[in-house]
């Protein structure tokens, strides 16, 4: 079975500061796949960004930073300098090609509400 | 690229009534997913179909429960005899790939159909 933890339901940051948002995931497959979404108020869940099991390079995108480590099972995200429109519920997910029928059905956590204070 | 699209945005109904929630996935995707999401949970996989082959269904799926994608295009989510615990987000999702290792693409999701059951 597969589960994905967010330990933090809500954080609340000054705009300009850096703030981290942690997952730690648990699962019995040897390849998975960890996700991020961010959910703005308007509902929709917008991909960030897939990592995949076997690939443990963290990666740097415009703010966004992520920092997968198989040692502690997490995979953390970083926004750099916050801003407004950073303000969203932070999804982290996982997937497995074995679990299941073959599906990838996504094993989400219960997310971390982000403001940003201005 | 026009995005999953779902209709209607929002269904209030009383209970008992049946309900049915359509999905039109990004046209090239063969993989598509229905997840449920309550306030302050993150999205739960509900059932997925590749093409018009329904492969796998939670056991959140109730009898209640129906999915169907004529023609591997659009789906459809019917409830029958509603609950007051049916009430949440419906999210569609859609993905490309034939499965396997390397199947496994970002689901793209949709705006939702948020239910209110009376």
């Known amino acids: 079975a597969q589960k994905v933890t967010q330990a933090q339901t809500e954080i609340s940051v000054v705009e300009k500061e850096d703030v981290t948002l942690d997952c730690v995931y648990e699962t019995r497959d040897t390849t998975y796949y960890l996700f991020w979404y961010k959910q703005p108020p308007s509902g929709e869940l917008v991909f960030l960004i897939r990592?995949?099991?076997?690939?443990?390079q963290n990666e740097i995108s415009g703010r966004y930073s992520w920092n997968f480590q198989k040692s502690t099972s997490s995979f953390n995200f970083t926004i750099t300098a916050s801003q407004v429109v950073d303000s969203a519920v932070y999804f982290c997910a996982l997937s497995a090609p074995y679990s299941g029928a073959g599906s990838y059905q996504l094993t989400f956590g219960k997310g971390t509400k982000l403001s940003v204070i201005p | 690229d026009t995005g999953v699209s779902q209709d209607p945005r929002h269904k209030i109904t009383k209970r008992g009534q049946n309900v049915t929630f359509r999905c039109d996935p990004i046209s090239e995707h063969n993989r598509l997913y229905w997840y449920r999401q309550t306030l302050g949970q993150g999205p739960e996989f509900l059932t997925y179909f590749q093409n018009e082959a329904q492969l796998e269904k939670s056991r959140l799926l109730s009898d209640r429960f129906s999915a169907e994608r004529p023609k591997g295009s659009f789906s459809t989510l019917e409830i029958q005899r509603t609950e007051q615990g049916d009430s949440a987000m419906y999210l569609c999702?859609?993905?490309?790939?034939?499965?396997?290792?390397?199947?496994?693409?970002?689901?793209?999701f949709g705006d939702g159909t948020r239910l209110s059951i009376l």
């Open positions: 999702a859609s993905s490309p790939g034939q499965g396997g290792v390397m199947g496994n693409q970002p689901q793209h």
């Open positions: 990592r995949n099991s076997f690939d443990e």
